[in-house]
């Protein structure tokens, strides 16, 4: 059985209201007032959540480090990829303006720590969960450390097979921590739809029994929505104002607009699936009436006279005795003169 997962009084479970996060991560390439105004983009598409990244340039990556392919086509290739991150860090009292400006435009402060230090300082800031990154499936150290820290844990799980998953979550539970939520994810950006493979998002929960989310890095909105379909309990994708400026993630990411288009696309979604209950909705009614059949007096039809297959029609409208009581009709008489065309009821019939 999967339990809901309580992040700052949200459930987050399935069958509860589908939880989203507009992924800033780094498309504020470091401007503090670029990132407000991602903020502002986010909760006025309707977002839960806004989600940074928290990290030292030198706790994450070495001097060496080669840059993505996808980064080598978005930034400057000469960059190195410690000076690209070094770039985008964010210092702590910027951490506290955005957590400051998420308050005031009503959505959760969330990010991504990468390291120790900025644990403690997300920590210190009184996130109400930690989003790791799928680059850190295979860090227990980090996992361990977060997990101890007591919050709500979500995971992207992008890079990963099953059973580095499992050992993940393994470590997670293992530090005491049970309040996990797992996302599946591809780590290409942009992915390739042909690549989502959404239904490992039932092999997670099946095997864990856990809610899972989808981090989505595909272009537009149709796969977002199709994991929603499927089950997603969260769904968390790059936001940008606009996929044209300089740096790592714009081009993979949805701009305002689109991001608004996929939070109505995914309020609709959850709506339609509905509770499973096979049964007519209200707004068939009108529709019965006029598409469904009914028994029919097929002439005018004298009081007392036994009724025969001659004297029963089906036509519409609906209303009146189905057409699968036909046979119960046969022989019995009519109390009154029924004119043709009038619809059987039992209340005609002695």
């Not at 502002?40 to 989600?51: H, R």
């Not at 644990?119 to 680059?135: D, H, M, Q, T, Y």
Request: aromatic share 4%.
């Amino acid at each position: 059985m999967v339990r809901p997962v309580d992040i700052a009084g949200r459930m987050i479970g399935p069958g509860q209201r589908c939880f989203i996060i507009a992924e800033a991560g780094v498309n504020h390439n470091g401007e503090v007032a670029l990132a407000k105004r991602l903020i502002e983009a986010a909760a006025d598409a309707g977002a839960d959540a806004v989600k940074f990244q928290t990290f030292r340039a030198d706790r994450l990556v070495s001097r060496s480090a080669p840059k993505a392919a996808y980064q080598r086509g978005t930034t400057d290739p000469e960059e190195s990829q410690f000076e690209m991150i070094r770039r985008l860090e964010l210092s702590p009292g910027a951490h506290r303006d955005l957590q400051g400006a998420c308050r005031r435009c009503g959505v959760l402060f969330l990010s991504t720590p990468f390291d120790e230090d900025s644990v403690a300082l997300l920590e210190e800031l009184g996130v109400p969960a930690f989003k790791i990154s799928s680059g850190d499936v295979t860090n227990w150290p980090l996992l361990s450390y977060v997990a101890r820290r007591g919050r709500p844990v979500i995971l992207s799980t992008g890079m990963s097979d099953l059973e580095e998953v499992a050992d993940a979550v393994r470590t997670i539970r293992g530090a005491g921590n049970g309040r996990l939520i797992l996302m599946h994810c591809v780590s290409q950006y942009p992915a390739d739809p042909a690549e989502a493979n959404l239904r490992a998002m039932q092999t997670l929960a099946g095997s864990f029994a856990v809610p899972v989310g989808f981090s989505d890095h595909t272009r537009g909105t149709e796969v977002a929505l199709a994991a929603v379909a499927l089950g997603a309990c969260v769904v968390e994708k790059h936001l940008t104002l606009d996929r044209r400026l300089a740096g790592p993630d714009h081009r993979a990411s949805s701009d305002p607009g689109e991001f608004r288009t996929l939070v109505r696309g995914i309020r609709a979604v959850e709506a339609a699936l509905g509770d499973g209950r096979k049964r007519p909705m209200p707004g068939e009614r009108d529709t019965a009436l006029a598409a469904r059949r009914s028994l029919i007096a097929a002439q005018d039809i004298p009081a007392g006279t036994p009724l025969t297959d001659a004297l029963i029609a089906i036509q519409r409208p609906g209303g009146g005795l189905p057409p699968s009581a036909r046979a119960r009709l046969l022989g019995r008489k009519v109390k009154v003169d029924l004119r043709g065309g009038t619809v059987l009821t039992w209340d005609v019939l002695v």
